[in-house]
């Protein structure tokens, strides 16, 4: 079964292998056109992706 866990990690494995090291910069991105668009729901999504990076990320 997909829990809403392991959908993010999902996410945030494809937005890395799709986008290298530019990832963060899409990201970051999404971030700004779901605030500006009032779609907080949204914005906590990619934040919350934006956290499994990170996480990846480190050793």
Not at 15 to 28: C, I, L, N, T
Not at 29 to 39: F, K, M, N
Request: charge should be positive; include cysteine.
């Amino acid at each position: 079964m997909l829990t809403e866990e392991r959908l993010l990690w999902a996410c945030a494995l494809a937005v890395e292998k799709q986008h290298g090291a530019d990832a963060p910069r899409f990201v970051a991105t999404r971030i700004g056109a779901l605030a500006l668009a009032g779609d907080n729901a949204g914005v906590e999504r990619w934040k919350a992706i934006a956290a499994k990076m990170a996480a990846l990320a480190r050793p």
